[in-house]
C-alpha cells in the first residue's frame, strides 16, 4: 500500500495553518430563545467557548434570574424582557460582528455581558458607532470607564483601579512595602501594573521585581525561581483564570507560599475551585461573595433569596460573575421603566447618577461622569478548606473600600473621559 | 543574574523532557503514516481527566498513572480504526483537518462533562512540596517527572530496537510497502504504533495534570511547544524530538531570565534559526533514530 509522502515544508506549511486555527479559535453556534411578539430583547454576549466559558455561563446565570424576577412582576411597561444570547468566544472580531448582528437583525433594545476587557472595548465601540446601549458587566479594563468611555457605556464590575488600590493598601498594611508582581503581558495586566505603581507612589515603597508573563503561560517555573534572589515582603500575582491556577500550583510546589504572603487585585471563586486546598493561599481582592454580612449588608433580604435561588438553580453558591449579570440587568430593567422607554439616550440618562440598593451591602450608583458603577470593593483571606458542611465558603472576607476610596476621582475621570451625548 | 543561571538551565531541561515526551508521541505517529495528529493534546487532556477521576474515587495516584493513559489508548485505538485509518491513503490535509476538528469536539465534550473551570488535581502527598537540590529548591513532583519520562524513553528506545515488533516498526516506517509483502499486517502496526504515541501522550497528561492546571484547553496549550520540537529535533527522528525538547526548555528558561516577555516567542526563533541553517532541522533523517 502506498501514502502520500509528507516532507518537512508540507508539514510546516500544515501544522503552521492548523496551529493558527487552533490559536484563532472556532466559530460555535450557540441556539437563541424563541421569539416572543412584543418582548423587549436584550442582546447578551458573552464567551460560551473558550477559556472564559466558566465566568460566561455564570453571568448568564445572573442575567437570567433578572430577567425571570422582572418578568414574574409583568416585565418593563408591561413587557415581557427576551434574552438573545450570542457566543462571541472570546475573540474582538466575533464581537463586533456579533454585536451587529443583534443590533440589526435581532433588534435588540440594548447589549450586555463580556468578560475580557479587550472585547468589552470592541463591543463598546461598535454599540457606541451603532447609538446602541451597552453594559459590560464583566470586563474590568480602566479604560471602559476612562479614555474609551461612551455615553451608551455602563459597566458594571470593578474597575483595575479598584481593585489595584483596594487591595493595594489592605496587603501594605499587612506586609509591607517590597513588592514582587507576576503580571499578565497584556492590555489588562499592565493597567494593573500601573495601579499598583500608583499605590505606591503615594503610600512609598517600591516594585522589587516584575515579571510580565505571556497570557496562556502553562509553566510558571522560570519567573518563580527569581522570587527568593529578590526577596520581597510579598508577592502579588495578577494572571487570572487558568494561568492563575497553574502559577499558584507551581508557586505551591516550589515552597514560595510557605515562604511568602501572597495576594492580588482580584480571584474569582471559579478558578479557586480548580485548585487543591494546598495551593489556596493569601488575601486577594473580590468582587462580591455570598456569605459575609460585609458583602452582602445585614439582613438584606433581596441578596439573601437570590443567594437562596441561585443555590436551588444552579446547584452551586453564586459567584461574582452571578451578580454582575443580575445587577446589570436589573438597572438596565429599571431604568427602561423609569425613563418608560427603549430610547438608549433616555435609558442612559436613568440610569446614570441614580441610587440604588441591591444583593450587596449598602447602596451603589453608576457614575454619571464616566459610567463606572460605585459599589463597595472587598479583600478577603482565603480559606483552604472552607467552613465545615460548606466546601465553597472559600473567603473570610476581611477589608470594605467604599468606591469613592478606590477608584479615580472625578476630577481625574474628567481629564480622560468624554462621554459625548449626542447634541450635547 | 548569574546566581539564577544555575537553577534556570536546570529547569529548562526539566520543562524540556517534558515537551520532548509529547514531540516523541507526535513523531511516532507521523514518522509511520504521515498523521498530523492535532488531537494529541486531547488525549493528552482526556487522560489527565480520567486520572482526576480515579484519584478522586480513591484509586492510587501510581495506578492512575498506568491506567487513565490505557484507557485513553483504547479510546485512541478507536479513533484510529474508525477515523483515521480510512485517510491513511489521502493527503495529509484530511488527517489534518479530521484530527483538529476531534480536538475542537473534545475540548467541548471535557467541558460538558468536567464543567468549564479547571478542576483541582494535585500530586499525592508524598510527591509534593519541594526537596533540595544543593542550589536551589526544587519541586519534589518535577524530579519524579523526569524519572518517570526516562524510564518511558528508555522502555520506547528498548521496544524499538530489542523486540520483533519494533524492528518491524522501524522497517515500516522505511518501506512500508516491502514489511507489507513480506507478509507483515502493516494495519495491526498502524494500530499499535498510535497507541504507542497516545500511550506518550497520555502519562505527559497526567502528569501536566499533576504540575500545571488541569481544564479543557490544558493539552491544547501544550501542542504546540510540541510541534515547534519536532520541527526543531527534525521530522523522522525521534532522537531529535528529545534534543529539540531539550532545546525549547532551556530556550524557554533561558530567555525568562534575561528577556522575560519574549520567552513565549523564543522557541519560534529557535524554530527559524534551525530551519535557516539546517532546513531538514537537527536531525531530520529518513528512518526512527536515523
Known amino acids: 500500500m502506498s501514502r502520500p509522502v509528507l516532507n518537512r515544508r508540507k508539514f510546516v506549511t500544515i501544522a503552521g495553518a492548523g496551529s493558527a486555527a487552533a490559536v484563532f479559535g472556532i466559530p460555535a453556534y450557540i441556539p437563541r430563545v424563541g421569539e416572543a411578539a412584543d418582548a423587549i430583547k436584550i442582546g447578551l454576549l458573552e464567551p460560551y467557548t473558550g477559556v472564559y466559558a466558566g465566568p460566561a455561563e455564570n453571568e448568564t446565570h445572573g442575567f437570567e434570574m433578572a430577567t425571570d424576577a422582572w418578568n414574574k412582576r409583568g416585565g418593563i411597561m408591561g413587557r415581557k424582557i427576551e434574552l438573545v444570547k450570542e457566543d462571541e468566544q472570546n475573540d474582538p472580531g466575533v464581537a463586533a460582528q456579533k454585536a451587529r448582528k443583534l443590533v440589526n437583525q435581532d433588534k435588540v433594545a440594548a447589549l450586555c455581558g463580556t468578560v475580557s476587557s479587550g472585547v468589552s472595548l470592541s463591543v463598546a465601540g461598535v454599540a457606541n458607532t451603532l447609538g446602541t446601549l451597552f453594559m459590560d458587566s464583566g470586563g474590568h479594563s480602566d479604560d471602559v470607564t476612562g479614555k474609551s468611555c461612551h455615553w451608551n457605556v455602563f459597566r458594571t464590575c470593578h474597575s483595575t483601579w479598584m481593585e489595584t488600590h483596594a487591595t493595594g493598601y489592605a496587603l501594605q498594611k499587612r506586609f509591607g512595602k517590597k513588592w514582587f508582581l507576576i503580571t499578565p503581558d497584556y492590555a489588562y495586566g499592565h493597567s494593573l501594573e500601573e495601579g499598583f505603581k500608583d499605590v505606591l507612589a503615594h503610600n512609598g515603597g517600591r516594585i522589587v521585581g516584575n515579571e510580565l508573563t505571556p497570557l496562556g503561560t502553562t509553566d510558571f517555573s522560570s519567573y518563580l525561581t527569581k522570587i527568593d534572589a529578590a526577596k520581597p515582603d510579598l508577592v502579588l500575582v495578577l494572571v487570572q483564570g487558568d494561568d492563575y491556577t497553574n502559577c499558584l500550583k507551581q508557586m505551591n510546589q516550589f515552597g514560595l507560599l510557605k515562604k511568602y504572603p501572597v495576594g492580588g487585585p482580584q480571584v474569582e471563586l471559579e478558578p479557586l475551585f480548580g485548585l487543591g486546598p494546598e495551593a489556596r493561599e493569601g488575601y486577594w481582592g473580590i468582587e462580591w461573595y455570598y456569605k459575609s454580612e460585609k458583602t452582602l449588608g445585614k439582613n438584606n433580604k433581596v441578596a439573601q433569596e437570590f443567594v437562596a435561588e441561585s443555590i436551588k438553580r444552579y446547584g452551586r453558591p453564586p459567584t461574582a460573575r452571578n451578580a454582575f449579570g443580575y445587577i446589570t440587568l436589573d438597572r438596565l430593567a429599571h431604568a427602561m421603566n423609569d425613563a418608560k422607554s427603549t430610547d438608549p439616550v433616555k435609558v442612559a440618562r436613568a440610569i446614570e447618577g441614580v441610587r440604588f440598593t441591591s444583593i450587596f451591602a449598602g447602596s451603589a450608583y453608576y457614575r454619571k461622569e464616566d459610567h463606572q458603577l460605585m459599589w463597595p470593593m472587598w479583600v478577603a483571606k482565603i480559606r483552604p478548606n472552607g467552613t465545615p458542611g460548606d466546601k465553597y465558603d472559600l473567603f473570610d472576607v476581611t477589608d470594605i473600600n467604599a468606591a469613592e476610596a478606590v477608584e479615580q476621582t472625578i476630577a481625574q475621570k474628567e481629564a480622560v473621559c468624554k462621554l459625548g451625548y449626542p447634541g450635547a | ?290
Open chain 2, 1 to 290: 543574574m548569574i546566581e539564577h543561571l544555575g537553577p534556570q538551565l536546570f529547569n529548562g531541561l526539566v520543562l524540556g523532557a517534558f515537551y520532548a515526551i509529547v514531540a516523541l508521541g507526535l513523531s511516532l505517529i507521523m514518522n509511520l503514516t504521515g498523521t498530523i495528529n492535532m488531537a494529541h493534546g486531547s488525549f493528552m487532556t482526556l487522560a489527565g481527566y480520567l486520572a482526576y477521576t480515579m484519584v478522586l474515587r480513591k484509586i492510587p495516584f501510581g495506578w492512575a498513572l498506568i491506567l487513565a493513559p490505557l484507557i485513553a489508548v483504547l479510546v485512541g485505538i478507536i479513533v484510529e480504526r474508525t477515523l483515521v485509518r480510512p485517510l491513511y491513503k489521502r493527503e495529509p490535509f484530511y488527517s489534518l483537518l479530521m484530527t483538529f476538528g476531534l480536538s475542537l469536539m473534545a475540548e467541548e465534550a471535557f467541558r460538558l462533562i468536567w464543567g468549564p473551570n479547571g478542576v483541582p488535581f494535585s500530586p499525592p502527598p508524598a510527591l509534593a512540596g519541594a526537596a533540595s537540590l544543593g542550589f536551589m529548591q526544587f519541586p519534589t513532583f518535577r524530579i519524579f517527572i523526569v524519572v518517570v519520562l526516562l524510564i518511558a524513553i528508555a522502555a520506547l528506545a528498548l521496544f524499538l530496537t530489542r523486540t520483533r515488533f519494533g524492528l518491524r516498526l522501524r522497517a515500516a516506517v522505511q518501506d512500508t510497502e516491502m514489511i507489507a509483502a513480506l507478509g507483515t499486517n502493516t494495519q495491526v502496526l498502524y494500530a499499535v504504533n498510535f497507541s504507542l504515541g497516545i500511550f506518550l501522550a497520555g502519562i505527559a497528561g497526567v502528569l501536566a495534570g499533576g504540575m500545571l492546571g488541569l481544564s479543557p484547553t490544558s493539552g491544547n496549550n501544550l501542542l504546540m511547544p510540541a510541534f515547534v520540537t519536532v520541527i526543531i529535533g527534525g521530522m523522522g527522528s525521534l532522537f531529535g524530538s528529545i534534543i529539540g525538547g531539550l532545546l525549547v526548555g532551556i530556550a524557554i528558561s533561558m530567555t525568562t531570565l534575561f528577556i522575560p516577555a519574549a520567552s513565549e516567542v523564543s522557541m519560534y526563533v529557535l524554530m527559524a534559526i534551525v530551519l535557516l541553517v539546517r532546513p531538514r532541522g537537527l536531525f531530520g533523517e529518513e528512518g526512527i533514530f536515523g
